[in-house]
């Protein structure tokens, strides 16, 4: 790697390209987690996980900590407000010997996790967040880190009180989406105020907020400083982009995937979704009543959302997007992107010319 992005450490753990894909619910689980690695990305985390979930034993909320060895370093991603109940729900993870780091998240937006005191609910107590990460610390022997935000609002901003609490309590690298949490994902980040938190801080701060190629990623660096830089919706549909931004890194050319190399990774994520699915307990035979889907139907109402992302821009994909609720399996998900992408090379139909484009 060229000097302007060395290798990042987290306590004890380096993360040789530091670039990181950002925990998003309902995306980042195991699958989509190895098909950005097989792109180069450095670190990735777990889908939010409901601390209480945990130490109450629910099956399907550890489901969400299923991890391959090849995604590490990959962080476990927690949520919660009561610093004893996620010093518990820790030091289980810490127990499955699967997870580099423990990230507690300070950052969601999301009204129902708010509400609980959790989440970016976090921004408006710095002492709270210290008392989590000492707690958590304790815990564990795995390094803590936190993803936070500026604050819940403007007329508020905490992030410097935060990172400062949570940096003195013993986290060992922080990750900052540099919007306000009223901004959800609305509206420039605010690279400057990021800049300003990390110029504070002595532990390695990671970038996040309006990252989607690598001209993203270099001017982040340039601008702010910041140690590493995190992807979250710029990775949807494109886990190329961590390939991308490695390239730029290490002053390669960069050649964007074709048409094939999409429906290959469409159905290779996929395979792997399906596969995950198929040790998820809602489909065990230790259930109390008939799953509502097989694993494959199961696999597939999730991937709806990566299939939307993957066949963006592309001309037809309003039409796929209508009929987005008769996908069930996986013959449906090759139809769709056959459809949209045309058929593949040595088919009947491309024999006959069939083929779709991207729009401008």
């Keep these: 790697m060229p000097p302007n992005l060395p290798p990042l450490r987290i306590g004890p753990v380096a993360v040789e390209f530091p670039v990181a894909l950002a925990?998003?619910?309902g995306y980042t689980d195991s699958a989509f987690r190895s098909v950005c690695r097989d792109h180069h990305c450095g670190l990735v985390y777990t889908e939010l996980t409901n601390a209480q979930a945990l130490v109450h034993g629910s099956k399907t909320t550890f489901f969400l900590l299923e991890a391959d060895p090849a995604e590490r370093p990959l962080g476990a991603h927690i949520y919660g407000s009561d610093p004893a109940l996620l010093a518990e729900a820790a030091a289980l993870i810490g127990n499955l010997n699967r997870f580099d780091l423990i990230d507690i998240n300070c950052g969601c937006p999301m009204r129902k996790v708010m509400r609980r005191g959790a989440g970016a609910g976090l921004m408006n107590h710095p002492e709270k967040v210290h008392a989590i990460v000492r707690a958590v610390r304790q815990a564990v022997s795995l390094p803590v880190t936190i993803k936070m935000r500026l604050g819940v609002s403007p007329k508020r901003p905490t992030g410097a009180e935060v990172a400062q609490a949570a940096e003195e309590a013993g986290a060992a690298a922080l990750a900052i989406h540099a919007r306000f949490a009223v901004d959800k994902h609305k509206g420039p980040p605010d690279w400057a105020a990021l800049a300003a938190i990390k110029a504070a801080r002595k532990i390695p701060v990671i970038g996040n907020g309006g990252i989607f190629g690598a001209e993203d990623a270099a001017r982040m660096i340039a601008e702010?400083?910041?140690?590493?830089?995190?992807?979250?919706?710029g990775a949807l549909g494109n886990p190329w982009v961590?390939?991308?931004?490695?390239?730029?890194?290490?002053?390669?050319?960069?050649?964007?995937?074709?048409?094939?190399?999409?429906?290959?990774a469409i159905m290779e994520h996929f395979s792997r979704l399906l596969r995950l699915k198929t040790r998820d307990p809602r489909y065990g035979t230790g259930t109390h009543r008939p799953p509502r889907h097989t694993p494959e139907a199961?696999?597939?109402?999730?991937?709806?959302?990566?299939?939307?992302?993957?066949?963006?821009?592309?001309?037809?994909?309003?039409?796929?997007?209508?009929?987005?609720s008769s996908v069930a399996s996986a013959d449906d998900i090759r139809r769709a992107a056959d459809t949209v992408l045309g058929p593949p090379p040595g088919s009947p139909s491309h024999q006959d010319g069939g083929r779709a484009g991207q729009t401008g």
């Design 242 to 264: 961590f390939a991308e931004i490695h390239a730029w890194a290490a002053g390669l050319p960069w050649h964007p995937p074709s048409s094939e190399d999409l429906r290959a």
């Design 224 to 233: 702010t400083g910041v140690d590493g830089v995190m992807v979250g919706r």
């Design 23 to 25: 925990p998003m619910a």
């Design 298 to 324: 199961g696999a597939a109402l999730l991937f709806r959302a990566h299939l939307l992302k993957y066949l963006a821009g592309f001309e037809g994909c309003g039409a796929i997007r209508a009929g987005m």
